[in-house]
């Protein structure tokens, strides 16, 4: 047992985190994150009698939907893997939340293939919707889109729809799928029917993580999760129909890969503050990657800028937000880092490191592999762990205090040798007032309920 493990099984874990840089440039722009929380977090953890999710006192948790529970619509069972998420306004008070399902070619429980929501009958990936009412009682629950593959991460567009990523750029033929993958789906949240299953083909085909949309110019920014050198680039999408709206994008436009002039590798800039100025946008020669992957492609003499784990992205003020997890030599990759956030200002064509993150004694940052985030009504962040040991939503203060939120109780290994599920797609009601998060595996969608404002 790790000394991580350790602390957690004994709720006394506290986060281990170095923050350099300007913390506040996370919250540029957003006006539930005014009013900062003047504490360090809610109090120790409570374990959970019935063994899903610890919580801080005065908090309380409902079990929203599980994997192979039957769908309300009758479609079939809840999908497993459960996975990046987000919440929209309803009439009437209500909350539609889409929720991804990385379903690879061997997933547990495919999300059921229905007419004129498939794209590939033999993808098992896909979203589901489920619909709240005011009162946060489940009132509908179906499937979205189906017949995609490890649909992960994404991101909500201005006019209210959600845009879900496949990672993955399998073709035809391999793994048993019928038709390629590797692209972005629209989905709308209220009614999927009026979306259906259709790829966004000028937006690329490659393993897509989360996107981000300029409001103002209808851009579209693209992060690239690639396993293996050379690793994933920055993308942007500049739509032929900039002023948005369901369907919009269906319409193309072109698709530009992020240069930064004299860096082929994002890895050793670990400066916060440093910034590049005359940031480069090059045309993608082959976005549909008919014979050659994105990335490997021949971006001219000068060529094309990587980093290891482009992961999160989101705008924020005048300017978008990514996140490159972390940086391995072991991998590939040209240094090692923690973590960085970059901020990339159009206006300007600047980027600059914003954050950098680095280890204090045997603990890493919140927990290990911090993965999708959200803005929080205490006027912080929280951040689902991915990593091994226990797994947490740990909350970040304007300040930079981490802080555990929640704890997975429910141990998918043996007593000797514990297991728990990554979390993943943690997002907030409209009105602030409850936190959705998911379990991946197995597979479950918590609505949290506390006192989110006390300070």
Not at 63 to 88: C, I, K, T, W, Y
Request: charged share 20%; hydrophobic share 35%.
């Amino acid at each position: 047992m790790t000394r991580r493990q350790a602390l957690a099984r004994s709720g006394a874990g506290i986060a281990g985190i170095a923050f350099t840089g300007a913390l506040s440039e996370l919250f540029v722009g957003t006006a539930t994150a005014q009013s900062p929380l003047g504490h360090s977090g809610y109090g120790p953890l409570i374990p959970d009698p019935n063994g899903l999710l610890d919580l801080p006192k005065g908090f309380r948790y409902r079990v929203l939907s599980r994997e192979g529970d039957p769908l309300r619509s009758g479609e079939g069972p809840v999908p497993s893997n459960h996975d990046g998420m987000s919440a929209f306004p309803g009439r009437h008070g209500r909350v539609h939340l889409v929720r991804n399902h990385e379903n690879r070619h061997n997933g547990r429980i495919p999300v059921p293939t229905i007419e004129g929501l498939t794209y590939d009958p033999t993808g098992k990936g896909g979203c589901t919707s489920l619909t709240l009412d005011a009162r946060g009682k489940v009132v509908a629950e179906r499937v979205a889109i189906a017949g995609t593959a490890v649909n992960c991460a994404g991101g909500p567009t201005p006019w209210g729809t959600w845009l879900t990523c496949e990672e993955n750029e399998d073709k035809a033929g391999t793994n048993g799928y019928t038709k390629d993958h590797g692209f972005i789906f629209e989905v709308d949240a209220a009614d999927p029917r009026r979306s259906g299953a259709v790829p966004l083909t000028a937006m690329g085909r490659f393993q897509h993580e989360a996107i981000a949309v300029d409001p103002k110019r209808g851009v579209v920014y693209e992060t690239e999760d690639a396993f293996e050198r050379p690793f994933g680039l920055f993308y942007r999408f500049l739509p032929d129909k900039p002023k948005g709206g369901l369907g919009s994008l269906r319409a193309g436009g072109r698709l530009q890969a992020m240069r930064v002039p004299g860096v082929p590798d994002l890895s050793p800039i670990q400066e916060p503050g440093a910034c590049f100025e005359g940031i480069e946008w090059v045309d993608v020669p082959d976005p549909l990657a008919a014979q050659t992957p994105i990335r490997h492609q021949d971006f001219g003499p000068k060529g094309i800028t990587h980093a290891q784990k482009l992961e999160g992205c989101y705008w924020g003020g005048r300017c978008v937000y990514f996140v490159s997890s972390f940086a391995r030599s072991s991998e590939g990759s040209a240094a090692d880092h923690y973590g960085q956030i970059w901020r990339y200002d159009p206006d300007h064509r600047t980027l600059t490191l914003v954050i950098a993150f680095g280890p204090d004694t045997d603990l890493q940052l919140p927990g290990e592999s911090p993965d999708n985030i959200c803005l929080a009504p205490s006027g912080g962040l929280m951040v689902c762990e991915d990593g091994n040991g226990a797994q947490h939503v740990y909350g970040v203060t304007r300040r930079g205090e981490v802080y555990a939120m929640a704890r997975n109780a429910q141990n998918i290994g043996t007593a000797e040798e514990p297991e728990w599920g990554e979390f993943a797609g943690v997002t907030f009601s409209p009105d602030g007032d409850t936190m959705y998060v998911n379990c991946y595996t197995p597979g479950t969608t918590f609505a949290v309920t506390g006192p989110w404002r006390r300070t």
